[in-house]
């Protein structure tokens, strides 16, 4: 059972170039998460996706793009990487589509470490 | 708005016992959760407190006031396994969105 898997790991980018981080999770969850982490700033949440076919900014959305392409994959898309995007980024999902039981278990992937010159 | 505040290092010794404050405020609040993450890793769910009072799982506990928007974390019988970044995150408003806080690194020495 992988859990919550993210790739790649490590991406290098240059300024204006774009790239996609790709997420998928086995554990048959509804909700899926974006966030970002830098130091001193905790996580920050970029885009979430409550269920399939549906997505909601959070609270840093500006520059990413996101697709909820079925109910195991959520992507994050930089379109023009600026290094104020240098970040790490993780991607969770949890089992509950309301608020209620589950609702807060968040299981996160192992993270994807990126760095724009 | 909202707001979360919790110390942003705290350092203690192996088997002592040490407590990391969460306050927070935000609106259409259900309940707080605490992750850990060590150095390098991924966030791990540690607890979730609905409601008012303590819920205990093994070493740790986590203590909810409602009323006070307050809320604590309690690692009890230190290891240096337990020296890690812990969150507390309220969870608020429409679909499972859990907010952040900055997080305490706790550090735990000999």
């Known amino acids: 059972n992988a859990g919550v898997t993210q790739t790649p790991k490590f991406q290098v980018l240059k300024t204006g170039q774009s790239m996609t981080l790709q997420c998928a999770q086995d554990m048959n969850h509804n909700s899926m998460y974006w966030y970002r982490q830098d130091p001193g700033m905790g996580l920050r949440l970029i885009y979430y996706?409550?269920?399939?076919?549906?997505?909601d900014k959070g609270e840093v959305p500006n520059g990413y793009n996101v697709s909820r392409l079925n109910k195991r994959e959520f992507s994050l898309r930089l379109e023009s990487a600026a290094p104020s995007q240098t970040s790490v980024y993780f991607c969770?999902?949890?089992?509950?589509?309301?608020?209620?039981?589950?609702?807060?278990?968040?299981?996160f992937g192992a993270g994807s470490r990126l760095t724009v010159l | 708005g909202q707001s979360l505040e919790q110390p942003s290092e705290v350092t203690a010794v192996e088997g002592a016992i040490v407590q990391i404050n969460c306050t927070y405020q935000t609106s259409g609040f259900y309940g707080l959760s605490w992750y850990q993450q060590h150095d390098g890793g991924a966030p791990t769910f540690l607890s979730y407190n609905a409601l008012d009072g303590l819920e205990e799982t093994g070493r740790f506990s986590s203590f909810l006031s409602r009323s006070d928007s307050y809320g604590y974390l309690l690692l009890q019988e230190l290891q240096m396994k337990d020296s890690a970044s812990y969150f507390c995150?309220?969870?608020?408003?429409?679909?499972?969105?859990?907010?952040f806080g900055a997080g305490t690194r706790l550090a735990v020495h000999p």
């Open positions: 969770a999902s949890s089992e509950a589509r309301h608020r209620g039981s589950g609702a807060n278990v968040l299981t």
């Open positions: 996706s409550a269920s399939e076919g549906t997505t």
């Open positions: 995150a309220p969870f608020s408003g429409g679909y499972n969105k859990l907010i």
